[in-house]
């Protein structure tokens, strides 16, 4: 880097700078409607550029260190939330000139631009979105399977009646049965007896 240029790096990014209210969104070279993969795209990129071992000049271990508040600040979701609504509240200039009456009439004082926030939504969610849907199908998938096997388990009532009817049948027979171990002739000895 030649002299002229560093000097002029300098100029830049002087004291003054510091004293003004920094902008992170300024500081990343990215729009306040960036999503978390440009912030993050946008960190890289410029740690690259500005990291101290790359880049020995004293403007660059400053920008660094910005760089890295940013990011720190705009790649957690709270944070942001919280540093966009204070941003928000500095910059909205209070005019006293309007009375407040008036005020009341105006319908949308925004700008015109349509906003998606279903790519926004997906963007931002898409991820996890994903995995809720890819949890929610394997639990209804085990449910279908698990009303499967209880339906499998299941007998159906006529097996039922017959495994009743042969019990049934069983026991008659072991009511009525002949002894069959023994031989005729001594059966037939046993039954004149008992007549």
Known sequence: ????????????????????????????????????????????????????????????????QDISEAYEVLSNHDQRKIYDRDTMVYRQPVSTKEPVSDYKHKVYSGSSKIYNFDAWTHAHYGKQMHAARLRRQAYENAKIMEEMNIRSRKTPPYTEFAVLLLTLACLVAITFREKFDVPASQRRKTESKDK
């Open 1 to 64: 880097m030649s002299h002229s240029t560093k000097s002029q790096l300098a100029r830049l990014y002087s004291t003054k700078q510091h004293t003004r209210s920094k902008n992170h969104y300024d500081t990343l070279n990215i729009t306040p409607h960036a999503t978390h993969n440009e912030v993050k795209s946008a960190y890289y990129k410029l740690t690259l550029q500005y990291h101290p071992d790359k880049n020995k000049s004293e403007y660059a271990k400053r920008k660094f």
